[in-house]
């Protein structure tokens, strides 16, 4: 989970890391496109985006490994 708190509408909040952990018995593959490596979906997804990370295309994580991913966001939209 992320919480970027209060966000000022058009400014880049400070980018947060998630680890993405491999709970399975498989390696686990990302196949996104190489150069963005995981996508981010459901309402308000476009004010995400991943910048960054060890989470890759071509990168495998290994049964219970780990991997991370470094997201911004930036409030498109005025709200409480």
Request: with cysteine.
């Given at each position: 989970t992320l919480a970027?708190?209060?966000?000022?509408?058009?400014?880049?909040?400070?980018t947060q890391t998630v680890t993405v952990g491999n709970t399975g018995t498989a390696t686990l593959n990302f196949s996104?496109?190489?150069?963005?490596?995981?996508?981010?979906?459901?309402?308000?997804a476009a004010d995400y985006v991943v910048t960054g990370g060890t989470c890759t295309f071509g990168t495998?994580?290994?049964?219970?490994?780990?991997?991370?991913?470094?997201?911004?966001?930036?409030?498109?939209?005025?709200?409480?």
């Amino acid at each position: 989970t992320l919480a970027f708190g209060n966000a000022e509408f058009g400014v880049p909040a400070p980018t947060q890391t998630v680890t993405v952990g491999n709970t399975g018995t498989a390696t686990l593959n990302f196949s996104a496109d190489p150069r963005a490596p995981a996508a981010i979906s459901g309402t308000g997804a476009a004010d995400y985006v991943v910048t960054g990370g060890t989470c890759t295309f071509g990168t495998p994580v290994a049964a219970g490994g780990s991997c991370t991913l470094v997201v911004r966001f930036t409030a498109s939209v005025v709200g409480s």
